[in-house]
């Protein structure tokens, strides 16, 4: 395995040079104790290329991970797959008109319409046991015969829960119309190296995709790509991550993305079926006991439901942390277990021991009440881009209800919103974020709404 990056760094290191450049801490372990290999931080060097006009290591880097993606191009980003989003919108932002989208798109892709001036054409999710899918072909297609705007369409797959869209058929959707196909797979870096669902991968179909390499392959916090297909959209692609990606990138974070994808090209398949493996049998051993899962999932996730045992999910997820098994997240119906091809069985044996516990504790019964439905979408009255650059006030969700959202506000994770700007704040969307711990959109407790012929509010 040739890691250009990483080789590149730990020679520097073994030369034990004097350090006259950035960053600050010098890899002096003295003053800087908290990180064993500082030493191989370093930033744009004679040696060590540069991210933003690569000639060198990192463009060679680049190369061999489009050839192992099926890209023609892939750029390492240092700033997650939201860097991605960005350019991947900045680039479809010159072909003009609309963009659809899934309701249930992350926040960076509503963030990037409101910078870009992208007036998002939202997609309504359908839903399976209480999460939301991907719009399906037939969705895509109703949409473009209906606005001839819209020039590209940009879906989730696959997203937090596992499901993943048909971008097969979504594809040929998209050729009958002449419209650009992008995906946010974040959540799928690691599925170019499943044996059975390799087919499923962003790069087979889309002309643009982000893989959020760390999110499942051995890769830092960060990391991810921005791969292209399509030889038009290179240029504007790489003019968005010119104006997006930092400048001071992490070479630490580069080499890791580097690292994850020869790393899985090796030993990607062999690992990922062995955890799937596993999480089969624990998914059938826990259906035995009573515990339902979330059964749309294709990916390594584990969404169990404890209301068979009659147990919230905030007071399971509580509960299995205070055992030292951390889950991704919970909902108003399931705890989310988010593996990858490198959690160990051992670990997913602690994690099935501890839900078994948690599910036998009797103090913990009792608490479970029906999970309220998704919130369904407020009726619109403007659209998204409008009711983005008009005046606003803050209120309690409570108090808001029926008023038209002035900025997008959801829960994170998943960081999907539940109140869209231009569309009226419903009762249920409220409830959920007034009691939500963590949530996005939001100034201390307060959602942004339209005033509209009223006090003089915020613009």
């Not at 990606?245 to 079926?273: C, H, I, N, Q, W």
């Amino acid at each position: 395995m040739k890691l250009h990056i990483f080789e590149a760094l730990a020679a520097y290191k073994k030369s034990r040079p004097a350090r006259f450049h950035m960053p600050g801490h010098k890899a002096n372990r003295r003053g800087f104790p908290l990180l064993k290999d500082a030493a191989l931080d370093v930033t744009e060097l004679s040696f060590s290329d540069s991210l933003e006009c690569p000639n060198g290591i990192i463009a060679s880097a680049q190369e061999d991970i489009a050839e192992i993606l099926g890209a023609k191009y892939s750029y390492i980003l240092t700033d997650g797959a939201t860097a991605g989003v960005y350019a991947m919108l900045y680039a479809v932002r010159r072909q003009g008109g609309k963009v659809a989208i899934a309701r249930s798109s992350h926040k960076s892709v509503y963030n990037a319409c409101a910078l870009l001036g992208v007036e998002p054409y939202i997609l309504q999710n359908n839903e399976r046991d209480g999460v939301l899918l991907p719009p399906g072909p037939a969705d895509v297609e109703a949409a473009l015969a209906r606005e001839p705007r819209i020039t590209a369409v940009l879906l989730t797959s696959p997203d937090y829960y596992g499901n993943t869209a048909d971008l097969a058929a979504v594809r040929k959707v998209c050729d009958r119309y002449g419209r650009l196909l992008l995906v946010d797979g974040a959540h799928g870096a690691y599925l170019k190296f499943d044996p059975d669902l390799a087919a499923e991968y962003a790069g087979g179909y889309a002309d643009m995709w982000v893989d959020g390499s760390h999110k499942t392959m051995p890769t830092l916090t960060q990391g991810a790509l921005l791969n292209v297909s399509d030889e038009r959209l290179r240029r504007s692609a790489e003019e968005g991550l010119d104006l997006f990606r930092t400048t001071s990138p992490s070479y630490l974070v580069m080499a890791s993305v580097e690292y994850g994808v020869k790393y899985f090209a090796e030993r990607g398949a062999a690992l990922t079926d062995t955890v799937k493996r596993e999480l089969a049998f624990v998914r059938a051993r826990l259906s035995k006991r009573g515990l339902s899962c979330y059964e749309g999932s294709k990916t390594l996730v584990l969404a169990v439901d404890f209301g068979g045992a009659g147990i919230a999910p905030k007071a399971a997820y509580e509960a299995l942390e205070r055992r030292g098994v951390y889950a991704e997240l919970y909902d108003g119906r399931y705890v989310l277990f988010y593996l990858s091809p490198l959690t160990t069985a051992g670990n997913i044996a602690r994690m099935e021991r501890a839900v078994r516990a948690v599910a036998r504790t009797k103090a913990l019964r009792g608490s479970y009440a029906v999970a309220a439905e998704l919130p369904p979408p407020g009726e619109r009255k403007f659209s998204f881009l409008a009711a983005s650059a008009m005046p606003y006030e803050e209120l309690p969700p409570l108090q808001a209800v029926g008023r038209v959202c002035a900025r997008n506000a959801g829960v994170t994770p998943p960081c999907y919103p539940v109140a869209v700007a231009g569309e009226q704040l419903t009762a249920q969307a409220a409830e959920l974020l007034a009691s939500a711990k963590h949530t996005f959109g939001l100034h201390e407790g307060k959602v942004a709404v339209l005033n509209i012929g009223g006090r003089k509010g915020r613009a």
